[in-house]
T-cell receptor, first 109, second 115 residues
Framework: GQQVMQIPQYQHVQEGEDFTTYCNSSTTLSNIQWYKQRPGGHPVFLIQLVKSGEVKKQKRLTFQFGEAKKNSSLHITATQTTDVGTYFCAGPRGNKLVFGAGTILRVKS | DGGITQSPKYLFRKEGQNVTLSCEQNLNHDAMYWYRQDPGQGLRLIYYSQIVNDFQKGDIAEGYSVSREKKESFPLTVTSAQKNPTAFYLC??????????????FGPGTRLTVL
């Protein structure tokens, strides 16, 4: 069945450095969603990408959807300690969402 | 103040006991979901419901049961048949089940520990 793979599993950066997490699907996706889960918290929706090649920005966060709609990335510019958490991508499979395993981001100040 | 509530936040049970986790939403959402989260893994779908009195198995439904008697409520029972029940359980809802086109709103989660 459809799988959504995320890399890296874990990244530890110095505050001010950039961070990128990548999401790859075994099948073409109609859309992709990104969520953030703070330590000890619950996932919170960040954004949804629908169009091939789409790029969306939220302040220091840049989200991209690949031309083939099988991959996506989230890039954070100049990380801050408030960026710590786990970032998940999720793609639809029928009436359900399939989540990647997530990328854990730690920021050292 | 709209949202999803889950109770309790922490739950301890002895092995062999059934336990029911509560999930309530006042967002007037049609669809509700239960996920299980283990360390280092993503969210795995246990059950979901698109409408009252109807629900579907997710990827890891064995050892779990649900009911959807009211639109606002979607309780999950972890039965003694679940071999490894210790985990973080998350409930979510969305406006409707539409091929994953709607964002999901998550509750704060219940951390279940079976001793």
């Amino acid at each position: 069945g459809q799988q959504v793979m995320q890399i890296p599993q874990y990244q530890h950066v110095q505050e001010g450095e950039d961070f990128t997490t990548y999401c790859n699907s075994s099948t073409t996706l109609s859309n992709i969603q990104w969520y953030k889960q703070r330590p000890g918290g619950h996932p919170v929706f960040l954004i949804q990408l629908v169009k091939s090649g789409e790029v969306k920005k939220q302040k220091r966060l840049t989200f991209q959807f690949g031309e083939a709609k099988k991959n996506s990335s989230l890039h954070i510019t100049a990380t801050q300690t408030t960026d710590v958490g786990t970032y998940f991508c999720a793609g639809p499979r029928g009436n359900k969402l399939v989540f990647g395993a997530g990328t854990i981001l730690r920021v050292k100040s | 103040d709209g949202g999803i509530t889950q109770s309790p936040k922490y739950l301890f049970r002895k092995e062999g006991q059934n336990v029911t986790l509560s999930c309530e939403q006042n967002l007037n959402h049609d669809a509700m979901y239960w996920y299980r989260q283990d360390p280092g893994q993503g969210l795995r779908l246990i059950y979901y419901s698109q409408i009252v009195n109807d629900f579907q198995k997710g990827d890891i439904a064995e050892g779990y049961s649900v009911s959807r008697e009211k639109k606002e409520s979607f309780p999950l029972t972890v039965t003694s048949a679940q071999k490894n029940p210790t985990a973080f359980y998350l409930c979510a809802s969305s406006i409707e089940v539409g091929g994953g086109l709607d964002e999901q709103f998550f509750g704060p989660g219940t951390r279940l520990t079976v001793l």
